[in-house]
């Protein structure tokens, strides 16, 4: 391989759509991937349902039929069956596959074709962590203790299997070698991004309050899906404890929730918008931002969002986990959801002071350390480097660095 050639990535998602994302997961899938594609080919191997009409930076699009629960994907041979048929078709130089399940077979695969390509696991928290965490009582029980169970287990095989790790914070990369033994020189934090607008190019603030059915009151915003147990869990804290909460202490403020499938509430304290095509333009009409996550794993995609459209945050410890947040200097940050909480919120919507102070130094912490762009120059920069070191010949390596 040429050392400047443009590599052959293959994405695979086993469950997020890459191309219209609704999730964190999935939304930091594809700014990672259509990134890379403007220095890269890159390929993307994910559910049928999302593969029919892949955008342009995409250079093929793979599809494969689902069926039994995702944790179970390394089993589905019709998963199995179209990443051969992907390897076959291409030279791939790595496979980027996002969550453990799909490691294996991926890896099964390339040994099984004899491919050359790097399988690398994109950790998107540390599962073992999530697992144990999350105690989702909507799901059947069976499904609940399997899961648990089973999650971790696939999590280590994965690790194991995989020839290189990524994972969104250091937190994750330390826990990834400490926990599980990783090698440290094949694993590397790749943070979230995000895109900070400048204001002139968002949506009016007053016209999009207007659109929502936002009145003058104070807004507080909290956006993601609600299928995912740790953000229901957030909704009900926002609605029976802070809001009330606020109310009680005088401070009159309203509630915006954002995501898909997010529940009409019957107060006129909060209002619900669902899903949202200019989430930024949403996120800029509000005046702070809220995080009262208690479970989970990774780093919240939704906090980035905030720091890039440079909204006030208050979050509890869980939700800033893996973020370089200084509480008092970019977020407030609070132990856990209760009354010192309550009082977070109270004091970034009534001293107008500590809110503009906190939200230049949010703009200012994204700008400077979580722009997408610094996260894709470091992931392509690892990828380039593990292809070169591994396909090229070592006196070819010597000759181009005496000629550098």
């Known amino acids: 391989m040429t050392r400047g ?76 069956r179209a990443v051969r048929r992907a390897l076959d078709s291409e030279p791939f130089d790595v496979l980027h596959v996002a969550l453990p399940k799909g490691v294996v077979a991926s890896k099964l695969a390339v040994r099984a074709g004899g491919h050359e390509a790097a399988v690398v696991y994109a950790a998107q928290n540390v599962e073992a962590e999530h697992a144990r965490d999350v105690d989702d009582p909507t799901l059947p029980v069976y499904k609940r203790l399997v899961g648990s169970r089973l999650i971790p287990r696939i999590e280590r ?61 104070p807004t507080l915003v909290f956006h993601g899906s609600y299928s995912h147990p740790p953000n229901r869990e957030a909704v009900s804290a926002l609605v029976e404890r802070v809001v009330p909460g606020l109310r009680d202490r005088g401070v009159d403020v309203q509630l915006l929730l954002v995501g898909d499938g997010m529940p009409a509430v019957d107060d006129s304290a909060v209002t619900t918008a669902g899903f949202v095509e200019d989430l930024y333009g949403t996120l800029a009409a509000a005046d702070a931002a809220v995080v009262p996550i208690r479970h989970g794993g990774g780093t919240k995609t939704k906090v980035f969002d905030y720091l890039g459209v440079g909204l006030p945050i208050v979050t509890t410890e869980k939700g800033a986990e893996g973020i370089e947040l200084v509480d008092g200097e970019h977020a407030l940050v609070v132990a856990d959801v209760d009354e010192s909480f309550v009082d977070a919120v109270a004091q970034v919507v009534t001293d107008d002071e500590l809110g503009r102070r906190l939200s230049e130094a949010s703009r200012t912490l994204a700008r400077e350390r979580y722009a997408w762009g610094r996260s894709v120059d470091r992931l392509a920069g690892f990828y380039e480097g593990l292809v070169w070191r591994d396909r090229t010949d070592p006196e070819e390596r010597e000759r181009a660095r005496t000629v550098g």
């Open 157 to 217: 095989v994965s690790l194991a299997a995989a020839d290189y790790v990524t994972t969104v914070s250091e937190r994750d990369r330390e826990t990834f070698v400490r926990r599980f033994g990783v090698d440290p020189d094949r694993i590397l934090a790749v943070p979230t991004g995000t895109t900070v607008p400048e204001p002139a190019t968002l949506a009016d603030p007053a016209e999009r309050r207007r659109e929502l059915g936002l009145d003058d009151r």
């Open 5 to 80: 050639t443009p590599l052959r990535l293959l994405v695979v998602s086993p469950s997020h759509d890459v191309f219209e994302p609704t999730t964190g997961t999935g939304a930091r899938l594809h700014e990672l991937a259509s990134r890379l594609a403007d220095r890269h080919r890159v390929s993307v191997l994910c559910p049928a349902e999302f593969a029919a009409e892949p955008p342009d930076w995409v250079d093929a699009a793979y599809g494969f039929d689902r069926f039994g629960p995702g944790y179970l994907t390394d089993l589905n041979p019709l998963f199995l």
